[in-house]
């Protein structure tokens, strides 16, 4: 009987430490997810694990390119740990290709407000910052001119509903988004305005950002105005425009569904009267 000789060709090492690289990048951004969710620990440590983790997925892509160049050339295994590694890695750093693609041509500012000359002011919140979270204080003139560029839209809502139907509007609309209420006071009349502080949260990170609405009355109905800002870093990739864009429509919505349009009453056909003649003179 003939034996069967069987040559190891091995497996690209570089392609085996690409995949456990891409693993243990994968693992510490769900940590760092599941850091910033429950609120176990503060947000910076869960930034640096993030940071980390997106080092370490770059770093895994660039193993698993140099495991193809050994696969192929040295003739070794290792194609399916390679293709794994390039996936994870793309999965890790595509969300935040994303933002910062979408985010390069925007302003170094973390705090929107849709009135720079009086904004409405943190209270609640503003108990609930730690010492390094960013300041509560508007920025001022420097942000407004900044914010007017990058985002020219925004701006105060007014309506010619009631001070109260604006107020319970927008609480409706923060409900809905089930963001957390801080500080909630309806407007009274003659005694101060009314005021929605509320917690909020961004998408996949689960980063933490504070916005407060402020309902005034006026002679011919109420103003809106809304402030949206992030308590960690100097950028927000646009978040809290966004969220304050969004807001205001949707509270715009709320107003509207409240006082469904009526048809306009049809006018009575005015009964066409016969001329008199005129007398002709003789």
């Given at each position: 009987m003939a034996r069967r000789i069987i040559f190891d060709q091995g497996t690209s090492r570089l392609a085996l430490w690409a995949r456990r690289i891409a693993l243990f990048s994968l693992a510490a951004t769900i940590l760092a997810i599941i850091i910033v969710h429950s609120g176990l620990l503060e947000i910076r440590p869960a930034l640096v694990t993030f940071?980390?983790?997106?080092?370490?997925?770059?770093?895994?892509?660039?193993?698993?390119?140099?495991?193809?160049?050994?696969?192929?050339?040295?003739?070794?295994?290792?194609?399916?740990?390679?293709?794994?590694?390039?996936?994870?890695?793309?999965?890790?750093?595509a969300y935040p290709t994303f933002l910062a693609l979408k985010a390069r041509n925007l302003p170094w500012i973390y705090d929107i407000t849709t009135d720079p000359i009086d904004p409405p002011r943190y209270e609640a919140l503003a108990r609930l910052r730690v010492r390094d979270a960013n300041p509560t204080t508007y920025a001022g003139l420097y942000a407004a001119d900044?914010?007017?560029?990058?985002?020219?839209?925004?701006?105060?809502?007014?309506?010619?509903?009631t001070a109260q139907a604006a107020y319970d509007a927008a609480l409706a609309v923060v409900n809905k988004r089930r963001w957390r209420v801080v500080d909630a006071r309806p407007p009274q009349a003659g005694r101060?305005?009314?005021?929605?502080?509320?917690?909020?949260?961004?998408?996949?990170?689960?980063?933490?950002?504070?916005?407060?609405?402020?309902?005034?009355?006026?002679?011919?109905?109420?103003?809106?105005?809304?402030?949206?800002?992030?308590?960690?870093?100097a950028f927000d990739f646009g978040t809290n425009a966004a969220r304050v864009r969004g807001l205001m429509n949707d509270i715009e919505d709320a107003i509207r569904a409240q006082r469904p349009e009526r048809p306009p009453a049809q006018q009575p056909e005015k009964k066409s009267t016969p001329s008199k003649k005129g007398r002709t003179k003789s």
């Open positions: 940071g980390a983790a997106m080092a370490l997925a770059i770093l895994a892509l660039l193993l698993a390119f140099a495991g193809f160049v050994s696969i192929w050339k040295d003739g070794v295994a290792g194609m399916g740990a390679s293709l794994s590694a390039i996936g994870i890695a793309i999965l890790l750093l900044q914010q007017r560029s990058a985002y020219p839209d925004l701006g105060p809502l007014g309506t010619n509903a101060r305005e009314g005021r929605i502080e509320a917690v909020a949260r961004t998408p996949i990170m689960g980063f933490r950002d504070d916005v407060v609405i402020r309902v005034r009355a006026e002679t011919d109905g109420a103003r809106i105005d809304a402030r949206s800002s992030s308590r960690y870093g």
